[in-house]
């Protein structure tokens, strides 16, 4: 690496995790270059660009919504060796189980505050502190099921942490998926090098999650992941997280209490779950005892809890340990609960609560970092503000102290980084993980890193961490990194199912993950949200490549014909464009492939990956790269038409056809026969038919002079996929009455109307019908087969004087409005969304009406399956 450090250089006099104060870079690292072959830039932008496609592939994402942006990895690794690893390991153990003694007893005697070691007004008034939940009790002798800790190296080579996070700790899904992708781009180094696996962390997750399932649940508990749905900021992190797992990820609409238990809703019935690993903050998780507001749980679980009948992880209650605030008293808790001196210490804190503290805070405001103990608020720069702003916030801190820290800001050390033409050095922060076992706590040997912006100063540290609901989103210009730590030892290759576990021990269904990842184990069955994102994901999919093979279709046609209008080539593409546009009411070709209204193929991706997201769990990994591939193209005629160019048309739905075709194989070929991929299929053949019928009614009713009809049923067949067909069957020009024969009649036809109707029938009887009447849904099936079989394309085909086919024109009108509405019975049969209900509070006051409500919109799918 030393043409590389030529050029490379650390800010001084603080530290550098590869450089030494000489100049000379740390033994790790020249090993690392040797064994990786990075001895120039190059090397390194071409490893960059490699990680960058493959994260892009897997959609790895971080941020909500319109805020959504590809997850940044940097290719090279932090790099920690192994005496310098095993005290952080230590201190960070001793760590978690002092915030699991204090968790407890918050929630137990409180000791700790009528003995005066913790101040009262510090606990009580903090949001994470949830009385609802005092006295709960998890199985096992640690109450605190998960620690994540964000620390940085500071000048003098000591560590602290920035920051404990103890409500739903995220980034295990981005630390896995960092590690997969570093180690594939670099196999040569990975495999070479003795670097610690993550593996076993995994493996002992799942373990733990089966540890804490109560009593009850027996030898093989059902384990869930709670998640806010596809919308959440780190939905990726979860998904990925429970795919390792093989945790069924369920949403609040998935869930309900009844019998003193949790169930999951399934189209099988009602599931037990056991185990809750929790991404959604507590007080969001039960409406009736907790936040009335909220439409992220299920009303009645606290109780459920309670009585001991469900284990909730993280423990319900267990984001009081957030608050900054409890950061100046670890170190005499420490003292006092443990009789040893704190290990790792935090970064210097001072509670306004305290007179001494606060009266500190505001004569140093200028040099100090200001924080909210509620959690979310962005914190203060002091040195940032003018005196006047510096006068109205002491105001502020004085009116309400004891919502107030002041810290002292950390000067982070550095990490090499790929940046603009050469290696740069960024400050570093690092998410640890700890996670509770009967012996004690197993701390992750590796993790999540962050490099940011160039440091400037004292400024603080900002942490994509900042907020952990938006690890991985915060900071702008932030990039991860992979934490990797070195091995004296050779590094086994582990098997993919966990350790010690045989087939008699795991459930029926059991699955495992690949690599370093591990396996839960579960059953074929699916929440019903889960079997509702599949449906919407099966009919935007094909809804999107009929699209698009109608705009294939049209591009074509103009360019053989849109220098005469008036000829019959020239006439069909009118035809066929007057059809395209009513798409997307009135669009150009170019909006109806990039536009953002429904009926775009745009729209139609978006609403994919978000059902994709919403189901990761469920498809195949190969899933992810036919939508990247997609997707890319998509951007790239987005730029093109920003920039104020021609967009190229042909070439970017060529590209986005071939995704969608892989797409359609990976469907195919790769996934379970289960209800999941038959309700998925089920949205195919719904969307195929409805497309058909859509194009036949917008061009057959009315018709044209011979040639110009010839030319619009060419281009049908061509869009409908039967032009080959037709072609060695009738082995002439296109006719109309041989036209509906083949894509109307035909059960042989996969593209043909009659094939769809057929094939709903079969997948709908291995789909489970629940009690509610489905009279109606096979009644319209029933009228769509026969309707059908009385089709006659002589009577169908034939035309007034005035050139209108009428018979046709009503018995195309009488499919649509069927098969729109067989669509909507689906919906009604099998997806159920319950009602939301207005409930007090946990101390009796009225919750706001959903227009008054200050939570965030919840997205989810569902209006009762119409067009979305």
């Known amino acids: 690496m030393s043409d590389l450090l030529d050029s490379y250089r650390a800010p001084g006099p603080g530290r550098d995790e590869m450089v030494h104060a000489t100049g000379t870079a740390r033994a790790a690292w020249d090993q690392m270059a040797d064994l990786a072959d990075l001895h120039t830039w190059h090397q390194i932008e071409d490893a960059r660009a490699e990680i960058s496609t493959m994260l892009s592939d897997q959609w790895v994402r971080h941020g909500s919504d319109t805020e959504e942006a590809p997850w940044e990895l940097d290719p090279l690794p932090v790099i920690l060796d192994e005496v310098e690893w095993a005290g952080v390991e230590t201190a960070l153990g ?10 407890t007893d918050l929630y137990g005697p409180r000791r700790l505050i009528t003995e005066g070691l913790i101040p009262a007004d510090l606990v009580l008034p903090h949001p994470g502190f949830l009385r609802a939940v005092d006295g709960i009790v998890i199985p096992g002798p640690r109450q605190l099921f998960l620690h994540a800790a964000d620390v940085a190296r500071e000048d003098d080579g000591g560590w602290r942490v920035l920051a404990d996070r103890t409500q739903a700790p995220s980034g295990l899904g981005f630390a896995m998926a960092d590690r997969r992708a570093v180690a594939q781009v670099m196999a040569g180094l990975y495999r070479q090098a003795r670097i610690r696996r993550i593996g076993p962390f995994f493996h002992a997750l799942a373990t733990a999650l089966r540890e804490v399932a109560p009593p009850s649940a027996g030898d093989a508990p059902r384990i869930a992941m709670l998640t806010p749905g596809p919308y959440s900021e780190t939905a990726f992190d979860q998904g990925y997280l429970a795919s390792m797992l093989g945790l069924a990820l369920v949403q609040g609409e998935d869930l309900e209490v009844h019998g003193g238990r949790l169930w999951m809703r399934s189209l099988h019935g009602a599931e037990p779950v056991d185990v809750l690993l929790r991404r959604v903050d507590a007080e969001y998780c039960d409406p009736l005892d907790l936040r009335g507001d909220s439409r992220l749980g299920a009303a009645g679980l606290v109780q459920t809890a309670r009585e001991g009948n469900l284990t909730v992880v993280n423990t319900l209650g267990s984001g009081v340990l957030e608050n900054p605030a409890l950061l100046a008293y670890l170190p005499q808790l420490c003292r006092v609960l443990r009789d040893e001196d704190l290990a790792l210490p935090s970064t210097v804190t001072y509670w306004c609560g305290d007179r001494a503290m606060c009266s500190h805070v505001i004569a140093n405001l200028g040099h100090l970092v200001i924080r909210h103990t509620a959690p979310g608020a962005p914190p203060i720069h002091g040195w940032e503000l003018g005196a006047d702003a510096r006068a109205s916030l002491s105001a502020v801190i004085a009116a309400q102290p004891r919502q107030w820290v002041g810290q002292e800001p950390v000067g982070a050390s550095t990490t090499p980084t790929a940046g603009p033409g050469a290696l740069v050095a960024r400050p570093t922060t690092l998410r640890t993980f700890a996670l509770a076992r009967p012996g004690g ?12 912006g160039p440091q400037i100063g004292d400024a603080e540290v900002p942490s994509v961490f900042a907020n952990d609901t938006a690890a991985g989103g915060a900071a702008a210009g932030a990039t991860a990194k992979d934490l990797w730590v070195l091995s004296t030892e050779p590094q086994p290759v582990l098997e993919p199912w966990e350790p010690g576990r045989t087939d008699d021990d795991a459930p029926a269904g059991a699955t495992g993950a690949a690599a370093e990842g591990a396996g839960q184990g579960g059953t074929d069955t699916i929440s019903a949200g889960a ?34 209008p008036t000829s019959p080539g020239g006439r069909s593409l009118d035809v066929l464009e007057r059809v395209l546009a009513g798409t997307t009411a009135g669009g150009t070709p170019q909006q109806v492939l990039i536009g953002e209204e429904p009926g775009t193929v745009a729209f139609a991706v978006d609403r994919i990956l978000r059902a994709a997201t919403a189901v990761r769990d469920q498809l195949s990994s190969d899933t992810w790269q036919a939508l990247a591939t997609v997707n890319r193209a998509l951007d790239r005629a987005r730029t093109q038409h920003r920039r104020g160019g021609v967009v190229d048309l042909s070439r970017a739905v060529s590209r986005v056809t ?48 011979p040639a110009v009809e010839a030319g619009v049923l060419e281009a049908l067949l061509i869009a409908h996929e039967s032009a080959i067909t037709y072609r060695r069957r009738f082995q002439r020009h296109a006719r109309v009455g041989t036209f509906l024969d083949l894509l109307l009649l035909d059960r042989r036809n996969p593209r043909a109307l009659a094939y769809q109707v057929e094939a709903i029938a079969t997948l709908l009887v291995q789909v489970p019908t629940p009690v509610r009447d489905a009279g109606s849904r096979d009644q319209l099936l029933a009228d769509l087969r026969d309707l059908l079989a009385e089709g006659e394309t002589t009577v169908l085909s034939d035309a007034d004087d005035d050139g209108h086919r009428a018979h046709l024109a009503g018995f195309l009108e009488s499919l649509h409005w069927r098969l729109a509405e067989l669509a909507n019975e689906i919906a009604r049969v099998h997806f159920i969304h319950p009602v939301p209900s207005q409930w007090l509070d946990a101390v009796g006051i ?5 227009d008054e409500a200050t939570e965030p919109p919840v997205w989810a799918w569902g209006n009762g399956g119409g067009v979305r």
């Open 441 to 452: 706590y197993q701390v992750m040997s590796g993790g999540l890193a962050q490099v940011s």
């Open 658 to 705: 071939e995704g969608m075709l892989a797409l359609a194989g990976i469907g195919a070929e790769s996934m379970m026969r289960d209800v999941g991929w038959s309700l998925m299929e089920i949205g195919r053949r719904i969307e195929r038919a409805q497309h058909l019928v859509m194009t036949l009614r917008a061009c057959l009713p009315h018709q044209q002079p």
């Open 846 to 850: 009225r919750v706001p009406a959903a």
């Open 94 to 103: 001793q760590r978690a189980e002092l915030l699991d003694e204090i968790l």
């Open 531 to 564: 079997a509702e994102n599949l449906f919407w994901f099966g009919r935007y999919a094909e809804r999107a490549e009929a699209t698009v093979r109608l705009l294939q279709v049209v591009a074509d046609l103009w360019a053989d014909h849109h220098t005469s």
